[in-house]
């Protein structure tokens, strides 16, 4: 079995097309939407920390909320419910940076 790589090539996914369905749609629309897959160099035999930089890409990039968010089946109708609650969120949050203290 070859090692599932996240170096943005499909190709290399292509035998693990049963066990990561998920993650393979994920990684082709994150390329799509102009989302890069990250890279990041060893040095000096530092993995660890190359990792935890790794990891801090893909969280930015949004990849590990996507995974999440596609791990199981949503109805149309629960996605419309969290995009509304999502926008009324986001409405609300917008409004308390926009208001000042001396108009209260």
């Known amino acids: 079995m070859k090692p599932l790589l996240f170096s943005g090539e499909t190709k290399e996914l292509e035998g693990h097309r049963k066990n990561f369905p998920t993650v393979r749609k994920i990684l082709e ?3 799509k939407t102009g989302g890069l897959i990250s890279q990041v160099i060893v040095y ?3 993995v660890e920390k190359a990792l935890k930089i ?3 890409q893909l969280s930015k990039e949004g990849l590990f909320r996507d995974l999440k968010r596609k791990r ?3 109805k149309p109708s629960v ?3 969290l995009k509304i609650k999502d926008a009324k969120r986001k409405r609300k949050a917008a409004n308390r940076r926009t208001r000042s203290f001396w108009h209260m």
């Open 44 to 46: 000096q035999n530092q």
């Open 29 to 31: 629309n994150h390329k």
């Open 72 to 74: 199981f089946f949503m």
């Open 54 to 56: 790794l990891k801090r």
């Open 79 to 81: 996605k419309k419910k």
